[in-house]
């Protein structure tokens, strides 16, 4: 039966939600995040209005929700408490099928995944271990040396779905400096950087001075051409200028090893470079 949450207050312990009419699915997924996270509160919910109840008083990280209820869908669920002000962190709708417009109603509602019936419990625990990397604090070193290019990286990387704790500079050496600190968990370095060698040759020597360091080369010029020729330098990525959080964590997913979504892959256009340190 669902859990009743009368009395429950936002400001409690971190919780879940598992919203969907089939009982016995819910019982599963109630069983798999409680074997993943026991100090998850975990809250059911069986129609449309619990689940915006729900999500209204206890402000869950995550939440799994169906598209179908007796009362009314999931996205209309979801739409209500969005319009409400609050978006689950960690929003991930399931569906017995996949439709010509998931990706496209998946964005709409700020989803993280579409899963599809019958359920794939490998998949769900990837997710929940990759929701919990997310969770945790990744130290990214930010290299450029346009103040504004800077600026404007920090705002993206603001609206990432990972806890990112962004350290910046503007040269190379001070970039060493912070290398030679404090381990980091990614360097994000401009390939055009003024001074020195420019960003490949800093990547070059961060990757001598740290080499389990993750490194992601920003260019504005020929990504692909510039992630095939890097891959002999021990570059793990190359992000193409404009990019988007969405493209960020893509990124994260990828040096981080975790499972990647779905619904990420279907809506960001990857450039990993194919080294042989790591796989896209």
Not at 2 to 12: E, F, K, L, M
Not at 195 to 224: F, K, N
Request: charged share 20%; with cysteine; glycine share 6%.
């Amino acid at each position: 039966m669902p859990v009743s949450h009368s009395d429950a207050r936002a400001s409690g312990p971190a919780s879940a939600l598992v919203a969907d009419r089939d009982p016995v699915l819910r019982r599963r997924l109630v069983e798999l995040i409680r074997a993943h996270d026991p100090s998850l509160q975990i809250i059911e919910a069986q129609t449309s209005r619990e689940t915006c109840e729900v999500c209204l008083v206890h402000r869950p990280v995550l939440a799994f929700v169906g598209l179908q209820f007796e009362d009314a869908s999931g996205p209309e669920a979801v739409a209500r408490f969005k319009a409400q002000g609050f978006v689950v962190p960690c929003l991930i709708l399931i569906a017995p099928q996949i439709f010509s417009r998931w990706t496209e109603i998946s964005q709409h509602l700020d989803a993280h995944e579409f899963l599809r019936l019958p359920l794939d419990e490998a998949h769900v625990v990837g997710l929940l271990q990759a929701h919990a990397r997310r969770r945790q604090p990744t130290r990214l070193l930010l290299v450029d040396s346009a103040p504004q290019s800077r600026t404007l990286v920090r705002r993206i990387l603001a609206t990432s779905g990972f806890n990112l704790a962004v350290e910046e500079t503007e040269s190379g050496p001070h970039a060493l400096k912070l290398v030679r600190q404090a381990a980091c968990d990614v360097a994000l370095i401009d390939l055009g950087l003024r001074g020195g060698g420019g960003g490949l040759e800093l990547a070059c020597q961060i990757r001598d001075l740290a080499p389990g360091t993750p490194l992601v080369l920003m260019t504005g010029g020929d990504a692909a051409t510039l992630a095939q020729a890097s891959r002999h330098f021990g570059i793990d990525y190359v992000l193409r200028k404009p990019f988007f959080a969405r493209d960020v964590d893509r990124v994260l997913y990828h040096v981080l090893d975790l499972r990647r979504p779905y619904l990420l892959n279907a809506t960001t256009e990857a450039l990993p470079v194919q080294s042989t340190s790591r796989t896209a």
